[in-house]
Protein backbone atom coordinates (compact mmCIF):
# COMPACT_ATOMS: atom_id res chain seq x y z
CA UNK A 1 0.00 0.00 0.00
CA UNK A 2 1.42 3.29 -1.38
CA UNK A 3 1.27 6.28 1.60
CA UNK A 4 2.22 9.67 0.79
CA UNK A 5 0.76 13.08 0.65
CA UNK A 6 -0.24 13.10 -3.57
CA UNK A 7 -3.49 12.57 -4.95
CA UNK A 8 -4.09 10.25 -7.87
CA UNK A 9 -7.00 9.01 -9.86
CA UNK A 10 -9.20 5.72 -10.14
CA UNK A 11 -12.64 4.68 -9.27
CA UNK A 12 -14.10 3.47 -6.05
CA UNK A 13 -17.17 1.36 -5.25
CA UNK A 14 -20.13 4.11 -4.67
CA UNK A 15 -21.14 2.37 -1.45
CA UNK A 16 -18.18 3.36 0.60
CA UNK A 17 -19.27 6.12 3.15
CA UNK A 18 -16.78 8.82 5.28
CA UNK A 19 -14.06 7.02 7.13
CA UNK A 20 -15.24 7.67 10.99
CA UNK A 21 -17.43 4.59 9.62
CA UNK A 22 -16.55 1.11 10.46
CA UNK A 23 -15.11 -0.88 7.94
CA UNK A 24 -14.86 1.56 5.40
CA UNK A 25 -11.46 1.48 3.28
CA UNK A 26 -9.32 4.98 2.08
CA UNK A 27 -9.67 5.40 -1.66
CA UNK A 28 -6.99 6.13 -4.72
CA UNK A 29 -10.06 7.81 -6.68
CA UNK A 30 -11.79 11.09 -7.62
CA UNK A 31 -13.64 13.12 -4.80
CA UNK A 32 -16.93 11.35 -3.76
CA UNK A 33 -20.40 12.94 -3.74
CA UNK A 34 -20.60 12.38 -0.04
CA UNK A 35 -16.99 14.50 0.49
CA UNK A 36 -18.40 17.19 -1.83
CA UNK A 37 -21.16 17.63 0.61
CA UNK A 38 -18.85 18.08 3.25
CA UNK A 39 -17.20 20.46 1.68
CA UNK A 40 -19.74 22.20 0.89
CA UNK A 41 -21.28 22.53 4.36
CA UNK A 42 -17.93 23.39 6.09
CA UNK A 43 -15.29 26.04 5.44
CA UNK A 44 -11.71 26.53 5.55
CA UNK A 45 -9.66 29.47 6.41
CA UNK A 46 -8.09 31.26 3.13
CA UNK A 47 -4.51 31.32 3.66
CA UNK A 48 -3.88 34.80 3.01
CA UNK A 49 -6.04 34.97 6.38
CA UNK A 50 -2.71 34.02 7.93
CA UNK A 51 -1.84 37.95 7.38
CA UNK A 52 -4.02 38.93 10.75
CA UNK A 53 -3.39 38.00 14.30
CA UNK A 54 -6.46 37.51 14.91
CA UNK A 55 -9.36 35.18 12.39
CA UNK A 56 -12.51 37.22 11.41
CA UNK A 57 -15.42 34.67 12.27
CA UNK A 58 -16.29 34.61 8.69
CA UNK A 59 -12.75 33.25 7.93
CA UNK A 60 -11.80 30.96 10.68
CA UNK A 61 -12.52 27.54 9.64
CA UNK A 62 -15.80 25.35 10.66
CA UNK A 63 -16.76 22.09 11.42
CA UNK A 64 -20.06 20.63 11.81
CA UNK A 65 -20.80 17.11 12.00
CA UNK A 66 -24.80 16.98 12.14
CA UNK A 67 -27.07 20.02 11.61
CA UNK A 68 -26.53 23.51 13.22
CA UNK A 69 -29.16 24.07 16.25
CA UNK A 70 -31.93 26.70 16.10
CA UNK A 71 -31.13 27.74 19.70
CA UNK A 72 -32.94 30.69 21.71
CA UNK A 73 -30.40 31.82 24.62
CA UNK A 74 -33.35 33.38 26.73
CA UNK A 75 -34.74 29.71 26.82
CA UNK A 76 -31.72 28.13 27.12
CA UNK A 77 -29.66 26.43 30.05
CA UNK A 78 -26.56 25.06 30.97
CA UNK A 79 -26.93 21.08 33.44
CA UNK A 80 -23.92 20.43 35.42
CA UNK A 81 -24.33 17.25 37.12
CA UNK A 82 -22.92 13.84 37.55
CA UNK A 83 -20.27 12.89 40.21
CA UNK A 84 -20.67 16.40 41.77
CA UNK A 85 -21.59 17.11 45.71
CA UNK A 86 -24.54 20.03 43.66
CA UNK A 87 -25.98 19.93 40.66
CA UNK A 88 -26.52 22.96 38.54
CA UNK A 89 -28.82 24.75 36.20
CA UNK A 90 -27.60 28.05 34.87
CA UNK A 91 -29.32 29.96 32.39
CA UNK A 92 -27.01 32.32 30.02
CA UNK A 93 -27.66 35.41 32.19
CA UNK A 94 -26.65 33.90 34.99
CA UNK A 95 -23.52 32.40 33.00
CA UNK A 96 -22.48 36.39 32.21
CA UNK A 97 -22.69 37.58 35.77
CA UNK A 98 -20.50 34.67 36.59
CA UNK A 99 -16.06 35.83 36.15
CA UNK A 100 -14.81 35.71 32.82
CA UNK A 101 -12.00 35.19 30.84
CA UNK A 102 -10.69 35.93 27.08
CA UNK A 103 -7.94 33.65 25.73
CA UNK A 104 -6.51 33.77 22.11
CA UNK A 105 -6.85 30.35 20.81
CA UNK A 106 -5.36 28.74 17.66
CA UNK A 107 -8.00 25.75 16.61
CA UNK A 108 -7.42 23.01 13.56
CA UNK A 109 -9.27 20.74 13.07
CA UNK A 110 -7.56 17.21 13.55
CA UNK A 111 -8.08 15.82 9.77
CA UNK A 112 -6.76 19.18 8.57
CA UNK A 113 -4.38 17.59 5.40
CA UNK A 114 -6.74 14.73 5.03
CA UNK A 115 -7.43 15.33 1.28
CA UNK A 116 -3.57 15.00 0.82
CA UNK A 117 -3.17 11.84 2.15
CA UNK A 118 -2.39 8.62 -0.31
CA UNK A 119 -4.92 6.20 -0.08
CA UNK A 120 -7.48 8.82 0.70
CA UNK A 121 -9.36 8.63 4.03
CA UNK A 122 -13.14 9.35 3.47
CA UNK A 123 -14.49 12.24 5.21
CA UNK A 124 -14.34 15.88 5.07
CA UNK A 125 -11.29 16.63 2.40
CA UNK A 126 -9.63 19.37 4.37
CA UNK A 127 -6.24 20.23 2.25
CA UNK A 128 -4.22 22.66 4.56
CA UNK A 129 -6.91 25.26 5.96
CA UNK A 130 -8.90 23.94 8.64
CA UNK A 131 -7.45 26.52 11.61
CA UNK A 132 -8.16 29.81 12.73
CA UNK A 133 -7.17 32.34 15.72
CA UNK A 134 -9.99 33.69 17.78
CA UNK A 135 -10.15 35.41 20.94
CA UNK A 136 -12.58 33.54 23.23
CA UNK A 137 -14.55 35.22 26.03
CA UNK A 138 -16.45 33.41 28.77
CA UNK A 139 -16.40 31.56 32.17
CA UNK A 140 -13.49 29.41 33.51
CA UNK A 141 -14.78 25.82 33.17
CA UNK A 142 -12.63 25.50 36.29
CA UNK A 143 -14.88 28.05 38.07
CA UNK A 144 -18.34 25.97 37.23
CA UNK A 145 -16.43 22.71 38.28
CA UNK A 146 -15.92 24.16 41.68
CA UNK A 147 -19.16 25.59 42.20
CA UNK A 148 -20.65 21.93 41.76
CA UNK A 149 -17.76 20.39 43.57
CA UNK A 150 -16.66 17.82 41.76
CA UNK A 151 -15.94 14.19 43.79
CA UNK A 152 -12.65 12.64 44.84
CA UNK A 153 -13.15 9.52 42.46
CA UNK A 154 -14.03 11.31 39.15
CA UNK A 155 -12.15 10.63 36.03
CA UNK A 156 -13.60 12.68 33.57
CA UNK A 157 -16.00 15.66 32.60
CA UNK A 158 -18.29 14.87 29.31
CA UNK A 159 -19.50 17.55 27.03
CA UNK A 160 -22.55 17.02 24.74
CA UNK A 161 -23.80 19.28 22.31
CA UNK A 162 -27.49 20.64 21.28
CA UNK A 163 -25.97 19.16 17.45
CA UNK A 164 -27.88 15.34 16.98
CA UNK A 165 -27.14 13.08 14.17
CA UNK A 166 -25.89 9.66 13.17
CA UNK A 167 -22.22 8.60 12.24
CA UNK A 168 -21.39 5.34 11.96
CA UNK A 169 -25.09 3.92 12.06
CA UNK A 170 -24.73 5.25 15.52
CA UNK A 171 -27.71 7.90 17.03
CA UNK A 172 -26.19 10.30 18.76
CA UNK A 173 -25.57 13.81 20.26
CA UNK A 174 -22.39 14.87 19.92
CA UNK A 175 -20.42 14.29 22.88
CA UNK A 176 -16.56 14.40 23.96
CA UNK A 177 -14.79 14.20 27.66
CA UNK A 178 -11.65 15.62 28.77
CA UNK A 179 -9.68 14.10 31.47
CA UNK A 180 -10.49 15.61 35.08
CA UNK A 181 -6.43 17.67 34.57
CA UNK A 182 -7.64 19.43 31.40
CA UNK A 183 -10.71 20.30 32.25
CA UNK A 184 -9.46 21.79 35.78
CA UNK A 185 -6.93 23.52 33.49
CA UNK A 186 -7.34 27.66 34.36
CA UNK A 187 -7.98 28.30 30.52
CA UNK A 188 -10.53 26.05 29.83
CA UNK A 189 -13.35 27.73 28.74
CA UNK A 190 -16.58 27.76 28.33
CA UNK A 191 -17.13 30.94 25.50
CA UNK A 192 -20.20 32.93 24.66
CA UNK A 193 -17.88 35.89 22.81
CA UNK A 194 -15.61 35.36 19.80
CA UNK A 195 -13.86 38.06 18.88
CA UNK A 196 -15.84 40.59 21.34
CA UNK A 197 -19.18 39.89 19.86
CA UNK A 198 -21.79 37.04 20.37
CA UNK A 199 -20.78 33.58 18.73
CA UNK A 200 -22.34 33.14 15.47
CA UNK A 201 -24.66 30.37 15.00
CA UNK A 202 -22.17 27.91 13.34
CA UNK A 203 -19.15 28.71 15.95
CA UNK A 204 -21.84 27.10 18.99
CA UNK A 205 -24.07 30.16 19.67
CA UNK A 206 -25.23 30.89 22.64
CA UNK A 207 -22.15 28.67 24.40
CA UNK A 208 -19.46 26.56 23.38
CA UNK A 209 -16.39 24.86 24.84
CA UNK A 210 -12.96 26.00 24.33
CA UNK A 211 -9.49 23.64 25.15
CA UNK A 212 -6.68 25.34 24.36
CA UNK A 213 -3.87 23.20 22.65
CA UNK A 214 -6.61 20.47 21.37
CA UNK A 215 -8.03 19.81 17.97
CA UNK A 216 -11.10 21.05 17.31
CA UNK A 217 -13.31 17.94 17.83
CA UNK A 218 -12.76 18.75 21.73
CA UNK A 219 -14.18 22.12 21.70
CA UNK A 220 -18.31 20.67 21.76
CA UNK A 221 -20.02 23.66 20.49
CA UNK A 222 -23.76 23.95 21.44
CA UNK A 223 -23.24 23.15 24.48
CA UNK A 224 -26.22 21.83 26.31
CA UNK A 225 -24.56 19.76 29.78
CA UNK A 226 -21.42 18.50 31.64
CA UNK A 227 -21.36 15.81 33.09
CA UNK A 228 -18.98 14.40 35.85
CA UNK A 229 -18.30 10.61 35.57
CA UNK A 230 -16.44 8.05 36.98
CA UNK A 231 -15.49 5.61 34.34
CA UNK A 232 -13.98 7.10 31.27
CA UNK A 233 -16.50 7.79 28.46
CA UNK A 234 -16.91 5.44 25.65
CA UNK A 235 -19.49 7.70 23.25
CA UNK A 236 -19.05 7.34 19.58
CA UNK A 237 -16.61 10.52 19.07
CA UNK A 238 -14.61 9.11 22.07
CA UNK A 239 -14.31 5.55 21.27
CA UNK A 240 -14.72 4.71 17.63
CA UNK A 241 -13.80 8.46 15.85
CA UNK A 242 -10.52 11.12 16.21
CA UNK A 243 -8.36 8.05 16.50
CA UNK A 244 -4.50 7.31 15.08
CA UNK A 245 -5.55 3.86 13.28
CA UNK A 246 -2.83 2.35 11.27
CA UNK A 247 -5.96 -0.04 9.57
CA UNK A 248 -9.92 -0.34 10.36
CA UNK A 249 -8.84 -3.26 12.65
CA UNK A 250 -6.61 -1.33 14.80
CA UNK A 251 -8.37 0.09 18.17
CA UNK A 252 -5.77 3.24 17.81
CA UNK A 253 -4.70 5.59 20.22
CA UNK A 254 -6.70 9.02 20.62
CA UNK A 255 -6.14 11.99 19.27
CA UNK A 256 -5.73 14.52 21.56
CA UNK A 257 -2.84 17.89 21.36
CA UNK A 258 -2.23 20.03 17.94
CA UNK A 259 0.41 18.77 16.25
CA UNK A 260 3.33 21.15 15.88
CA UNK A 261 2.69 22.92 12.11
CA UNK A 262 3.50 26.13 10.35
CA UNK A 263 1.76 27.54 7.38
CA UNK A 264 2.76 29.95 4.51
CA UNK A 265 0.76 33.16 3.22
CA UNK A 266 1.10 32.35 -0.62
CA UNK A 267 3.08 34.78 -2.19
CA UNK A 268 2.35 37.18 -4.76
CA UNK A 269 -0.93 36.16 -6.88
CA UNK A 270 -3.02 32.61 -7.85
CA UNK A 271 -4.29 31.33 -11.08
CA UNK A 272 -8.05 31.91 -10.58
CA UNK A 273 -8.34 27.83 -10.99
CA UNK A 274 -5.26 26.03 -10.51
CA UNK A 275 -3.70 28.89 -7.25
CA UNK A 276 -0.61 28.35 -8.94
CA UNK A 277 1.54 31.72 -7.93
CA UNK A 278 2.79 34.32 -9.82
CA UNK A 279 5.07 37.51 -8.80
CA UNK A 280 7.51 39.93 -9.86
CA UNK A 281 11.33 39.47 -9.65
CA UNK A 282 12.78 41.54 -7.13
CA UNK A 283 12.37 41.19 -2.97
CA UNK A 284 9.25 39.96 -1.01
CA UNK A 285 8.63 39.52 2.68
CA UNK A 286 7.30 35.78 2.61
CA UNK A 287 5.20 35.37 5.90
CA UNK A 288 3.05 33.40 7.92
CA UNK A 289 1.94 31.37 11.29
CA UNK A 290 3.44 28.95 13.17
CA UNK A 291 1.51 26.86 16.27
CA UNK A 292 1.42 23.76 18.50
CA UNK A 293 -0.58 22.23 21.08
CA UNK A 294 2.43 20.68 23.13
CA UNK A 295 4.21 24.00 24.05
CA UNK A 296 5.26 27.55 22.49
CA UNK A 297 7.15 27.69 18.86
CA UNK A 298 10.72 27.41 19.18
CA UNK A 299 12.01 28.15 15.44
CA UNK A 300 10.18 28.33 12.27
CA UNK A 301 12.91 27.24 9.10
CA UNK A 302 11.93 28.26 5.17
CA UNK A 303 13.16 25.84 2.38
CA UNK A 304 13.54 28.07 -0.95
CA UNK A 305 14.57 25.37 -3.91
CA UNK A 306 16.22 23.18 -1.13
CA UNK A 307 18.13 25.53 0.83
CA UNK A 308 16.52 25.89 4.49
CA UNK A 309 17.03 29.16 6.43
CA UNK A 310 15.75 30.43 9.64
CA UNK A 311 12.75 32.52 9.83
CA UNK A 312 12.25 35.55 12.18
CA UNK A 313 9.29 34.92 14.57
CA UNK A 314 7.21 37.22 16.59
CA UNK A 315 6.35 37.33 20.18
CA UNK A 316 3.20 35.02 19.90
CA UNK A 317 -0.30 36.36 21.02
CA UNK A 318 -1.13 33.55 23.59
CA UNK A 319 0.22 30.45 24.88
CA UNK A 320 -1.94 28.68 22.67
CA UNK A 321 -1.76 31.38 19.82
CA UNK A 322 -0.34 30.66 16.40
CA UNK A 323 3.31 32.96 16.33
CA UNK A 324 3.64 34.91 13.28
CA UNK A 325 6.81 34.32 11.08
CA UNK A 326 8.71 36.23 8.14
CA UNK A 327 11.77 35.88 6.10
CA UNK A 328 13.00 38.35 3.25
CA UNK A 329 13.60 36.75 -0.23
CA UNK A 330 14.84 38.45 -3.17
CA UNK A 331 12.71 36.44 -6.03
CA UNK A 332 14.62 35.61 -9.04
CA UNK A 333 12.70 35.02 -12.52
CA UNK A 334 11.83 31.06 -12.95
CA UNK A 335 9.63 28.63 -10.98
CA UNK A 336 10.37 28.03 -7.27
CA UNK A 337 9.47 25.81 -4.63
CA UNK A 338 8.97 27.22 -1.08
CA UNK A 339 8.46 25.40 2.30
CA UNK A 340 7.98 26.24 5.47
CA UNK A 341 8.78 23.91 9.22
CA UNK A 342 8.03 24.55 12.50
CA UNK A 343 9.80 22.93 15.77
CA UNK A 344 8.24 23.34 18.94
CA UNK A 345 10.06 23.97 22.49
CA UNK A 346 9.85 20.14 23.45
CA UNK A 347 11.95 19.29 20.26
CA UNK A 348 8.73 17.82 18.09
CA UNK A 349 9.33 19.18 14.24
CA UNK A 350 7.28 19.08 11.40
CA UNK A 351 7.89 15.65 8.79
CA UNK A 352 9.10 16.32 5.40
CA UNK A 353 6.83 13.21 4.69
CA UNK A 354 3.62 12.56 6.40
CA UNK A 355 2.85 9.38 8.77
CA UNK A 356 -0.33 8.25 6.88
CA UNK A 357 -3.14 6.72 9.65
CA UNK A 358 -6.62 5.48 8.31
CA UNK A 359 -8.78 8.54 9.41
CA UNK A 360 -6.27 11.14 8.36
CA UNK A 361 -5.58 12.55 11.52
CA UNK A 362 -2.54 14.87 12.73
CA UNK A 363 -1.40 15.56 9.53
CA UNK A 364 1.05 18.09 9.74
CA UNK A 365 3.58 17.42 6.49
CA UNK A 366 5.37 20.69 5.52
CA UNK A 367 3.51 22.84 3.38
CA UNK A 368 4.96 23.61 0.02
CA UNK A 369 4.45 26.44 -2.47
CA UNK A 370 5.24 26.73 -5.87
CA UNK A 371 5.50 29.99 -7.81
CA UNK A 372 6.68 31.53 -10.75
CA UNK A 373 8.35 34.61 -10.85
CA UNK A 374 7.70 36.69 -13.94
Same mark, same amino acid.
Given at each position: ??? $????????????????? $?????????????????????? !????????? /????????????? !??????????????????????????????????????????????????????? /????????????????????????????????????????????????????????? $???????? /?????????????????????????????????????????????????????????????? $????????????????????? %?????????????? @??????????? %?????????????????????????? @????? /???????????????????????????????????????????????????
Amino acid at each position: MKH $SNQQSTGERPAEQAPAE $SPGTQPTSGPLTHEELQLAARN !HAMPLEALR /RDVTPPGLHYVLT !HFDIPDLDAAGWHLRIGGAVERALELSMAALRRDPAITVPVTLECAGNGRSLLEP /RPLSQPWILEAVGTAHWTGVPLAYLLGRAGVLPDAVEVVFTGADSGVQGGVPQHYAR $SLPIREAL /RPDVVLAYTMNGAELPPQHGYPLRLVVPGWYGMASVKWLQSIDVVKAPFTGYQQQTAYRYQD $SADDAGRPVSRIRVRSLMVPP %GVPDFFTRQRFLPA @GPVMLEGRAWS %GEGAVAAVDVDIDGTWMSAHLDKPIG @GFAWR /RWTLPWVADPGEHVLACRATDITGARQPLEQNWNYQGMGNNVVQRVRVTVE
